[in-house]
């Protein structure tokens, strides 16, 4: 069996043969799975330096000296890296005084240090599939962003307590901006909220729940909600970005809702976390430093807040290391431009708009597929996986190493 | 029918669109799903542009021409989607809240009929370069 490192849920039951350089035989992959499988034969990276191909040696060595010279390096990317790697890139971080930080400082970092400090009650995924009765999806689609959630978790499974399923023991609620793939699913519980109206949709159902008359939404459609919130035995909440993105500074209303479902019933969340890895590097980050991303070094002890976020310091630093990550593509066009500009390193098994532009690329081996490791699932659950296809590939705990060796 | 039309923008996800990312950033593939803005049919109506035509999506942070398409949810216009991209992100400001989350969800643009081709990836690379 391999593990899937492409979202995520990190699915354990996936059946892989190999001929000829390529999988002759898949099962129990996703769409997306299968397009993170499927890209290990293509795009792949080679060592370069100022985009002239390389020794591996010379382009590690070529990084190291970037580092060393640099006097506010920043250290980004580490959600697909495995624990390992991250370990070792906090020690690097540590040695450099540089800045650290990864992709939860725009997507779920404002909740998950909530789930990690216990401000916010969670469970795990085996406690969705064997309790829960109610699945909120707010401003998450998982049919897009996780697929088999549904399956192996939310909806579809037969679980301890949960016999009868979806047939008539699981209800799944989607509120979001759009009707979804996951919302069309579940169309009888659909809520469509205005962008940036999570929060008063939250205070419509707290008016519900308390006997008030809701100031959004279908009054009819609300009393409902309230009645199925009310009835429910063990519910979850899955929030995605949709909801944090609306939020933004006002997470209190959910912390509000959520103690008052809590007065009622059970409710648990689990954030619906994008890359396989960022709980990992979150919980890392706050057992060596107390804070789960966007950390300093520079003095010496670890400094944390939003001036050491990858969005503040790509126009503050002096030179990046982007690992298993692809900001070029994926942040808002000002501070990809920034980190254009600057000396960057990118460590990535494949090509991409960070590696197109990065002054130093240092190919690395796909980590499930080519390196072993160990992952935190979304649930915060730890997965260790071993590698199924036999690589000459250094893996990104390695390369890290031989970056820190060599300064 | 008007020659501009002010929408709403929001980022979302499409497995589609994400698998063919994985596979490569750099194929048609990809650029045929990215590069696309859906809207309800009442605002393409305004436009006077058909499905697949191509928009001008500009705002005060940058402009990208992409293909319109017409969307399939309940009517909502004056709000569009589209996917998670380089495409999306030349218009997203990197303007922050206090948690420094920036403004994907929320994105303010004018749409216009389009001479120009879609935007390429690599236009989007130079243009980081500048």
């Known amino acids: ?407 | 029918m008007a020659s501009e039309v002010e929408v709403t923008i929001v980022t979302v996800r499409d497995i589609f669109q994400d698998e063919a990312g994985r596979k490569s950033r750099f194929s048609d593939e990809y650029k045929n799903l990215s590069a696309l803005i859906i809207l309800d049919k009442q605002d393409l109506i305004r436009l006077d542009v058909k499905d697949g035509q191509r928009l001008l999506v500009k705002n005060e942070v940058g402009s990208v021409v992409v293909a319109a398409r017409t969307s399939e949810d309940e009517a909502h216009p004056g709000l569009a989607f589209m996917y998670n991209s380089p495409w999306s992100n030349q218009i997203v400001s990197d303007a922050v809240c206090e948690s420094s989350i920036p403004g994907n969800k929320r994105i303010k643009a004018t749409l216009s009929a389009a001479e120009e081709d879609i935007t390429q990836i690599s236009e989007i690379q130079a243009r980081m370069q500048t």
């Open chain 1, 1 to 407: 069996m391999a593990i899937c490192t492409g979202c995520s849920l990190l699915c354990e039951d996936i059946v892989a043969a190999l001929k000829d350089g390529s999988f002759s035989h898949v099962k129990n992959l996703c769409r997306k799975g299968h397009g993170h499988f499927q890209a290990a034969f293509t795009e792949r990276t080679v060592p370069m330096i100022d985009k002239e191909q390389v020794d591996q040696d010379r382009a590690i060595a070529k990084a190291a000296e970037i580092l060393r010279n640099a006097k506010s390096p920043l250290l980004y990317g580490w959600s697909n890296s495995t624990l390992e790697a991250q370990a070792a890139g906090i020690k690097l971080a540590e040695k450099l005084g540089a800045t650290i930080d990864d992709t939860s400082s725009f997507c779920q970092g404002i909740l998950m240090e909530r789930i990690l400090s216990g401000k916010i009650p969670t469970c795990t995924l085996d406690d969705v599939r064997n309790f829960a009765d109610i699945s909120i999806f707010w401003g998450s689609d998982p049919s897009s962003s996780h697929p088999r959630h549904l399956s192996r978790f939310s909806y579809y499974p037969r679980g301890e307590k949960r016999q009868k399923s979806y047939e008539e023991e699981r209800t799944c609620i989607v509120v979001d901006v759009r009707k979804s793939a996951t919302a069309r699913l579940c169309s009888n519980y659909y809520f469509r909220v205005a962008p940036g109206g999570d929060g008063e949709f939250m205070e419509a159902i707290l008016a519900v729940l308390e006997g008030k008359i809701p100031k959004v939404g279908d009054k009819k459609k609300m009393i409902e909600l309230s009645s199925v919130l009310k009835k429910t035995e063990w519910g979850v909440i899955f929030p995605g970005l949709g909801m944090i993105y609306s939020l933004q500074d006002k997470m209190e209303l959910f912390e509000r809702l959520l103690a008052k479902l809590n007065e009622i019933t059970t409710f648990k969340v689990i954030p619906m976390v994008g890359h396989y890895n960022m709980r990992g590097f979150n919980e890392l980050m706050r057992e060596k430093t107390g804070f789960i991303n966007r950390v300093s070094f520079k003095g010496g002890a670890p400094v944390h807040g939003p001036e050491y976020s990858v969005t503040a310091t790509a126009r503050t630093c002096d030179a990046a290391l982007v690992i298993g990550s692809d900001p070029l593509s994926a942040l808002p066009f000002g501070t990809a431009r920034a980190l254009a500009r600057l000396p960057l390193i990118a460590i990535d098994p494949r090509r991409s708009l960070t590696t197109d532009a990065a002054k130093v690329v240092i190919p690395s081996a796909l980590s499930g597929l080519e390196a072993g490791g160990t992952a935190a699932r979304m649930d915060g659950v730890k997965i260790k996986f071993e590698p199924i296809i036999d690589t000459k590939l250094l893996s990104d705990e390695q390369i890290i190493t031989r970056i820190m060796e060599a300064i």
